[in-house]
Nanobody, 126 residues
Framework: EAQLVESGGGLVQAGGSLRLSCAAS????????IGWFRQAPGKEREGVSCISKSGGKTYYADPVKGRFTVSRDNAKNTVYLQMNSLKPEDTAVYYC???????????????????WGQGTQVTVSS
């Protein structure tokens, strides 16, 4: 059974850092793109970042560009999201997701996602 488990969330002051992990099992990890999403209370889920199967391509949404860094260790079946200079508006539940289907144009993100994690809460206090 495919499974994604996020960890590393917590409470941090504005300007601080957190590193989220997404541990995968039950599927061939390096055949899958991994994406990070977040959902704040009362808001729609938004894409944060993606990383390609090999890790050679990455994508960041504008609100996190320059502050967040995505990486993956295929030997450990794990993707990381390093979040620096955190802001109160980064407060949300963060999810990772995996998809194997290539999108057009050689994007770092898949055409769609097949598996989702349960999420980890990130709270940034002002």
């Amino acid at each position: 059974e495919a499974q994604l488990v996020e960890s590393g969330g917590g409470l941090v002051q504005a300007g601080g850092s957190l590193r989220l992990s997404c541990a995968a099992s039950g599927f061939t990890f390096d055949d899958y793109y991994i994406g990070w999403f977040r959902q704040a209370p009362g808001k729609e889920r938004e894409g944060v970042s993606c990383i390609s199967k090999s890790g050679g391509k990455t994508y960041y949404a504008d609100p996190v560009k320059g502050r967040f860094t995505v990486s993956r260790d295929n030997a450990k079946n794990t993707v990381y999201l390093q979040m620096n200079s955190l802001k109160p508006e980064d407060t949300a539940v963060y999810y990772c997701a995996a998809g194997s289907t290539d999108s057009s144009g050689g994007s770092a993100c898949p055409a769609w996602y097949d598996y989702w994690g349960q999420g980890t809460q990130v709270t940034v206090s002002s």
